[in-house]
């Protein structure tokens, strides 16, 4: 499957990959609109893992911390996200 960039994506082209990935990991967090989450999730976790991979040699363990304990955090809101969407087709 090949990778999808962000050209849905509207930041600046002069953001940094650490800019793009926070920002897309905040979007994904606040989305309020439980049938947007998903993509949001799919969309943080790109970017995250592009700047992981960029981060192993190139940035400070501050980050390396700051790109885990998100990635875990989108973990946790996809498992929220698909328990309320069980929750909303049994009550349905």
């Given at each position: 499957m090949p990778r999808r960039m962000f050209s849905t994506v509207p930041f600046p082209s002069g953001a940094s990959s650490r800019s793009i990935w926070e920002k897309l990991y905040?979007?994904?967090?606040?989305e309020l609109d439980?049938?947007?989450?998903?993509?949001?999730?799919?969309?943080?976790?790109?970017?995250?893992?592009?700047?992981?991979?960029?981060?192993?040699?190139?940035?400070s363990s501050?980050?390396?911390?700051a790109l885990s304990k998100a990635l875990r955090n989108l973990g946790l809101l996809e498992?929220?996200?698909a328990r309320e969407k069980s929750m909303e087709f049994r009550q349905a």
């Open positions: 905040e979007r994904a967090i606040l439980y049938a947007k989450v998903p993509e949001r999730i799919a969309e943080a976790r790109q970017a995250m893992h592009d700047r992981a991979e960029e981060v192993l040699t190139e940035s501050n980050e390396r911390g498992e929220v996200t």
